[in-house]
């Protein structure tokens, strides 16, 4: 979708014609409202935010982050960063242990042009470092030791071996000690979880320097998070990022607030035509792979009775009864990291679906 159609249908309705199917859209009242929420749940508990940009890479979004008081932005590989940046991004963390020679040459290039440039990476391993190192311009590349657990994807296996990398990292020339990183996704409960966060505060008092940072991950388990390491002697940043417009399936099940007070709201919707009803009690629609997330959970119909059963690249095969060619439905979607990836511009709505702006992604 190009921004001049969004842009000639401002004021009006998805609906009156002058744009496309299937269509993702993006409510901006569930947008705002969560962008405040979290806001407020990191200010109340003494933390920062520093959301995660690989889910939507969006300048427009990026800005209300911002406004709303983030620390900056989370991005996962160099090429991001570089696209972040050039939202006027100037506090930017990459989660992960960076190594890539024209992604080093373009930070360090921004760390001596922008001296209110702020850039942070991961390391976990000696080489890690010794790759920064030999990268690095006037000012050093701050690190993150990050402390991984077994079976996860990342992160020195052992506290014997963080410290060491830590110390390693302190000698390294061009680099600079920032504090300790992990990442808590994937651990299936408080338990668990507590337990790690444990390991961190524990890492934490090793590794001692100055305006010491402990970022953590924060999607499914912020509400533990915000309790367990309330008096830890650090700057906590969380790397939420799906928060941002939550979803119908796997983040509904899993956020925080199904566990306190407050809410997230589904934020993101794809509308889309009933192409086929070749046999009873089963429709085909107009919405596939290329248009909705599918990895983790599929779309989720908006209308009773009407079940996603399987995707293709441009279909959706549909359990239903009563369909006629050419209704359009609504449907929820599961996972927004892998939802913003397939539309290049969507229109952002009221609530009587009027478009109001355009939401644009830089994948």
């Not at 921004?3 to 009242?29: C, K, N, T, Y």
């Not at 569930?30 to 520093?50: C, I, Q, S």
């Not at 209110?116 to 976990?124: G, I, K, P, Q, Y």
């Amino acid at each position: 979708m190009k921004e001049g159609v969004v842009q000639a249908i401002l004021g009006q309705s998805v609906f009156d014609g002058g744009l496309e199917f299937p269509l993702m859209v993006v409510h901006r009242d569930a947008l705002e409202h969560n962008v405040a929420t979290m806001a407020a749940f990191v200010r109340d508990h003494g933390m920062e935010l520093a959301p995660h940009a690989k889910t939507h890479m969006s300048a427009e979004i990026a800005a209300r982050q911002l406004a709303a008081g983030a620390w900056g932005l989370t991005v996962a590989t160099p090429r991001q960063a570089r696209v972040v940046r050039g939202f006027g991004v100037d506090r930017l963390m990459v989660a992960n242990q960076v190594v890539d020679p024209a992604g080093l040459a373009w930070a360090a290039g921004e760390l001596a042009r922008d001296p209110a440039f702020e850039f942070l990476s991961f390391v976990d391993s000696e080489a890690g470092v010794d790759v920064l190192a030999r990268f690095a311009g006037d000012r050093p590349f701050r690190v993150l030791v990050e402390l991984g657990r077994e079976g996860g994807r990342a992160g020195c296996r052992t506290l014997d071996e963080l410290v060491r990398v830590a110390a390693y990292a302190q000698q390294a020339p061009g680099v600079e000690l920032a504090g300790v990183a992990g990442y808590e996704g994937g651990l299936r409960t408080a338990q668990e979880v507590r337990k790690y966060l444990g390991a961190l505060q524990e890492a934490v008092e090793y590794v001692r320097v100055r305006n010491h940072i402990l970022s953590v991950g924060g999607s499914e388990w912020f509400d533990v998070i915000g309790r367990e390491l309330v008096a830890t002697q650090a700057t906590i940043l969380l790397r939420s990022g799906a928060y941002v417009t939550h979803d119908d399936g796997f983040y509904r099940e899993h956020t925080p607030f199904n566990r306190m007070e407050g809410e997230l709201r589904p934020a993101l919707e794809v509308w889309a035509h009933v192409l086929s009803t070749p046999e009873p009690g089963l429709a085909i629609v107009g919405m596939g792979k290329r248009d909705a997330p599918y990895d983790d959970g599929l779309p989720i119909a908006r209308r009773d009775g009407v079940t996603v059963l399987r995707m293709q690249d441009q279909h959706a095969y549909v359990r239903a009864h009563g369909l006629v060619p050419g209704e359009l439905l609504a449907f929820g979607i599961s996972h927004p990291c892998t939802a913003f990836d397939k539309w290049r511009m969507l229109p952002l709505v009221d609530p009587d679906y009027r478009v109001v702006g355009t939401i644009s992604t830089n994948f």
